[in-house]
């Protein structure tokens, strides 16, 4: 069983950046491809970023494209999502998710531990 622990999100401005973090634990992190979710009011998840295992492939949505990088650190098991130029369509709550396997998979149900969410709000 894996735990995911996101860090902190946080409001910023139009234009700023923030870093968000999802520690790993209980499980054998270096197996598992991990990805970044969010979930805006009234919509559904949607796919941000994911990282294949042990870390040399990743998928981006179309919409961050650029803006969002993710990267992962094995040793200390944990998953990064860095989210520069952020606009106020990037108003979520962010989560991080695990799935068996190496390929970094843009569907929710490809996935089989989340963290427990961590609100993002850009304001204009």
């Known amino acids: 069983q894996v735990q995911l622990v996101e860090s902190r999100g946080g409001l910023v401005q139009a234009g700023g950046s923030l870093r968000l973090s999802c520690a790993a634990s209980g499980g054998t992190f270096g197996t598992y491809a991990m990805g970044w979710f969010r979930q805006a009011p009234g919509k559904e998840r949607d796919f941000v970023a994911a990282?294949?295992?042990?870390?040399?492939?990743?998928n981006y949505a179309d919409s961050v494209k650029g803006r969002f990088t993710i990267s992962r650190d094995n040793t200390k098991t944990t998953v990064y999502l860095q989210m520069n130029s952020l606009k106020p369509e990037d108003t979520a709550i962010y989560y991080c998710?695990?799935?068996?396997?190496?390929?970094?998979?843009?569907?929710?149900?490809?996935?089989?531990?989340w963290g427990q969410g961590t609100q993002v709000t850009v304001s204009s």
């Open positions: 990282i294949s295992w042990p870390g040399g492939s990743t």
């Open positions: 998710a695990a799935r068996s396997g190496r390929r970094p998979k843009a569907v929710p149900y490809e996935y089989d531990y």
